[in-house]
DNA sequence: TCTTCATTTCCGGCGGCGGCGAAGCACCGC
DNA sequence: GCGGTGCTTCGCCGCCGCCGGAAATGAAGA
């Protein structure tokens, strides 16, 4: 097969609204069923099982078997990063079109494990004026400083530094400038979950990707990073 | 149109084998013409200019009329990112399969405007382990000691800091990690080619992108930013 | 003005891919 | 063991999108 032809078949692949709208909703960064998937793009379980298949088999998503269910997932970073790039594009063609949660997107949302919208590009922002984060060959590190601060939060160190990479950017599509990503940038997000600084919203598809800051939420960025979000929302 | 379907419709755009040869011609950098275009793909010319209408109008190819010729270029920076990290998606899936060129364009080659493949991942390591770049909200700035020293080189930064991105980071398909973008990387490598410290391999198509460090190349990128290459080649 | 050439527009043809339902398979709970 | 449930395989249909050729357009050159 020649190159343009790949090309050409790994953007195939998420060129089926059905599919697309799978990967949306995989982009949240839970795993989720084969029947979920299928109810979440409108068509029906065959049509769904076909759509997975050719997914898994293109490397875009990964799959467990358990019992009687199978739970589907974005494959890796490189996958969602991609993913969160190509959203770029289509945004960039339309710009005026508004959708619902439009607005919500923009400001919160998760990248498959990791915070985005303005909210992870003001934390990026954050950490590396704060002197959490200094570049490195292939994305960042952390300091000594940046450790402590990072350790006295919360953050799960040991299990960021297990990532396969610890820290690098990922294209925002709405910010059209990077966020962290990586595992540290997982960590952070997971953390942010549990102590109940960020709190999802309900929905299915898309909605399943958005976040908003909770107050005591909002203390803790502007303390411990120096991020301010204005408070406006859709 | 709901946002699954903008998202699939974005990546048709890629999808087609046809317009992603043109894609891949048009990634060297250089504008070409429709005619050009069409030979290129291997299709006739009234099928090009349907694929090339399509590729303007979703914003990915931009057009320049002179005369009689039509010539088309990637939109923007963005786009060829985009490209760029898909390449990487089609690589990973398969990653035994060897095409011509394969193993020289992991090598050297150009993206879009700018350097990458191994040669632009350790660009991009030289110039920020000496110190010419540091962090910046949204990627990389100059230091004093970095401008003197790209002046001293012949780097045009007046012209690089007129781009709308400085310098940013471009994920690399071949290496998966980022090489440096942006109007500083779009400078330095109008530099390499005009002052023959790289040079362009003949072809067409995706051949079009090779590039390859001349004796005098080596030498400059060895002692102004510590980049040594292996000399291995396809 | 007439010719030439690059490009576009229109058209008919065709292949491929996405769609569903029915049947088959695997696993769980009773 | 037996039904219920989640998922896959199979077969078939309909449609969208890609294709090249012929004719039209528009600009350059004689």
Request: glycine share 0%; hydrophobic share 25%; proline share 0%.
């Given at each position: 097969m020649t190159t343009p032809a790949r090309l050409a078949s790994a953007a195939a692949l998420i060129a089926d609204p059905a599919r697309a709208a799978m990967l949306q909703a995989l982009m949240a960064g839970e795993a989720l069923t084969a029947g979920e998937l299928a109810r979440s793009a409108g068509i029906a379980p065959s049509t769904a099982s076909a759509h997975l298949a050719a997914l898994t088999d293109g490397g875009l998503v990964a799959v467990h078997a358990q019992g009687r269910h199978r739970w589907f997932r974005i494959a890796s970073e490189d996958v969602a990063a991609i993913l969160e790039s190509l959203m770029g594009l289509a945004e960039a063609t339309r710009p005026a079109r508004r959708w619902p949660h439009g607005e919500a997107l923009h400001a919160a949302r998760t990248c498959w494990d990791h915070l985005a919208g303005r909210l992870g590009v003001a934390l990026h922002e954050g950490l590396v004026s704060r002197g959490v984060l200094r570049p490195a060959p292939g994305g960042w590190e952390t300091t000594a400083a940046g450790d402590a601060l990072l350790e006295r939060l919360g953050v799960d160190l040991d299990a960021a530094r297990?990532?396969?990479?610890f820290a690098c950017d990922c294209m925002d599509w709405s910010e059209r400038r990077p966020h962290l990503g990586g595992g540290l940038a997982r960590a952070i997000c997971t953390l942010y979950l549990a102590r109940g600084w960020v709190r999802r919203q309900p929905g299915e598809g898309l909605a399943r990707r958005l976040v908003a800051p909770t107050p005591e939420g909002s203390r803790v960025l502007r303390e411990a990073f120096g991020v301010r979000l204005d408070a406006e929302a859709a």
């Open positions: 297990r990532a396969r990479r």
